[in-house]
């Protein structure tokens, strides 16, 4: 039997966009890409003439009767008049991370959708990747025991990235919400909701000199209004608690540091700005002489390398199968909450309830 596919249109032709469009093309196949458009109308018809595709309008995707889906590529600062388009022209949506780059917005996109019968989907999908999933496993298993907590430690290198992409200096573009993000969407997938966070916020460095040579403003002072650094302390409603800190104004390569902590043994994760990479654990052991190495376990699905359209392709099975969406605008949601709650504690250094919940999503394992 031909496998049925869902007609989806893509909204914004950046970076990010070839990776889905591959993907979305020639590896899920209930996914049939008909049409891209971008704030800038050659920046599509670029990519439709080099993927095979049509470009249009945003008005002609949004009236067009055959497509059913349509992918959100566009920065979080423009994401809610895009979804919102596509939602009142009867379209479900799946979006690139955070929903908005305000949690009224967010929360008001997700009551549409919900008002109108339709599926709102949000990056990150990379927690349906191999490394987490094969992590899910482990600790559905009972691997660690019963879990106390967590600690984690990322990086990044706001000269460069700064110079490189004018959306990080727009809203929605600071640590919190452009990379933080990823962090506690992998933490909630595997521990489920959040029930409170505290935090301190940095911005230390309000303008930044463009550093990279062949930008448009090369060598020129740019405006920085967005954080660059957190540090965080989350606890869950399960009880788990950890720490969790960024700081932006470091190294380029990001040194992910992710563990998790419990009565059996430690789990040694990877940057869940990924699908793959190994994930280990460190079994305890009773007598404190006998020293125990980690060992790297197998993984549970075949996405181990970039598969960014797994998203919308797990989008496409709900609609066409009704089974649960794993990266669901409850989620989404709840996560954005809590990056929000980060960010205002860090104003006023307190502890903030998260008063939002979801579902911990349905593991992906094929392996």
């Keep these: 039997m031909e496998q049925k596919k869902i007609c989806t249109g893509v909204i914004g032709a950046g970076a990010i966009s070839d990776i889905y469009l591959k993907n979305m093309i020639n590896r899920f196949d209930n996914l049939y890409v008909k049409s891209i458009c971008a704030a800038h109308l050659e920046s599509a018809q670029k990519k439709a003439q080099e993927y095979g595709i049509q470009a249009v309008t945003m008005e002609e995707m949004y009236e067009d009767p055959e497509i059913c889906l349509v992918v959100n590529l566009t920065p979080a600062h423009v994401h809610y008049d895009v979804i919102k388009g596509a939602l009142e022209h009867g379209k479900h949506v799946y979006t690139e991370k955070t929903l908005t780059d305000d949690i009224n917005k967010s929360a008001e996109l997700v009551q549409l959708a919900r008002e109108k019968g339709l599926y709102l989907g949000s990056a990150p999908d990379t927690f349906m990747g191999a490394a987490l999933q094969t992590a899910r ?158 060992s790297v376990l197998p993984g549970v699905n075949e996405y181990s390398d970039n598969s960014r359209g797994l998203g919308p392709s797990d989008l496409a099975d709900t609609i066409l199968n009704g089974t649960p969406l794993r990266p669901s605008a409850e989620m989404a949601y709840h996560v954005h909450e809590v990056l929000n709650a980060m960010l205002e504690g860090g104003a006023t250094g307190g502890f903030t309830d998260i008063r939002s919940s979801c579902v911990r999503p349905e593991p992906l394992r094929n392996c």
């Design 137 to 294: 496993s482990a600790i559905d298993s009972g691997l660690l025991g019963e879990i106390h907590s967590f600690a984690v430690s990322a990086n990044r290198n706001n000269d460069i990235l700064l110079s490189l992409f004018d959306f990080l200096r727009k809203p929605g573009g600071g640590i919190v919400c452009d990379y933080a993000v990823y962090y506690v969407t992998a933490l909630v997938s595997l521990q489920g909701s959040v029930a409170r966070v505290g935090s301190i916020v940095g911005h230390p460095y309000p303008t930044h000199v463009n550093c990279v040579p062949g930008t448009p403003l090369y060598g020129q002072t740019m405006d920085t209004p967005n954080e660059s650094q957190v540090n965080a302390v989350l606890q869950f409603e399960n009880g788990v608690t950890g720490t969790f800190h960024i700081d932006a104004d470091s190294v380029m390569e990001d040194q992910a540091y992710f563990t998790i902590y419990g009565t059996k043994g430690i789990l040694i994760l990877t940057d869940p700005n990924q699908f793959g990479g190994q994930v280990r654990f460190i079994p305890n052991a009773p007598d404190p002489a006998e020293r125990k190495e980690p």
